[in-house]
Nanobody
Framework: QVQLVESGGGLVQAGGSLRLSCAAS????????MGWFRQAPGKEREFVAS????????DYLDFVKGRFTISRDNAKNTVYLQMNSLKPEDTAIYYC????????????????WGQGTQVTVSS
């Protein structure tokens, strides 16, 4: 079993930055692809970014490319999402997830999920 706990969310003005963290416990996640998803009120959960277990392959939602950066520190069992130039449209609950599959945008392939952290961007 893997437990994931997100942190770092909050309220920020448009154009600001936040750094989300996802700490894993239980089994090591060093061999898992890690992903970030988000869900805004009234909308479906959507893929934001993923990173392969060695960190060599990343994938991003087009809307966040150039603004968000996903990274991981396997020694600390932690994944990060650096979010810059935030927009009100980025407002959502952000979830961390882990999968044994290769990089995937499909939430159904992810085996473990955190409880989420709220990100609110004011205009």
């Amino acid at each position: 079993q893997v437990q994931l706990v997100e942190s770092g969310g909050g309220l920020v003005q448009a154009g600001g930055s936040l750094r989300l963290s996802c700490a894993a416990s239980g089994r090591t996640t060093s061999s898992y692809t890690m992903g970030w998803f988000r869900q805004a009120p009234g909308k479906e959960r959507e893929f934001v970014a993923s990173i392969s277990w060695r960190g060599g392959t990343t994938d991003y939602l087009d809307f966040v490319k150039g603004r968000f950066t996903i990274s991981r520190d396997n020694a600390k069992n932690t994944v990060y999402l650096q979010m810059n130039s935030l927009k009100p449209e980025d407002t959502a609950i952000y979830y961390c997830a882990a999968t044994t599959s290769d990089s995937s945008r499909n939430s159904r392939t992810y085996d473990y999920w955190g409880q989420g952290t709220q990100v609110t961007v004011s205009s």
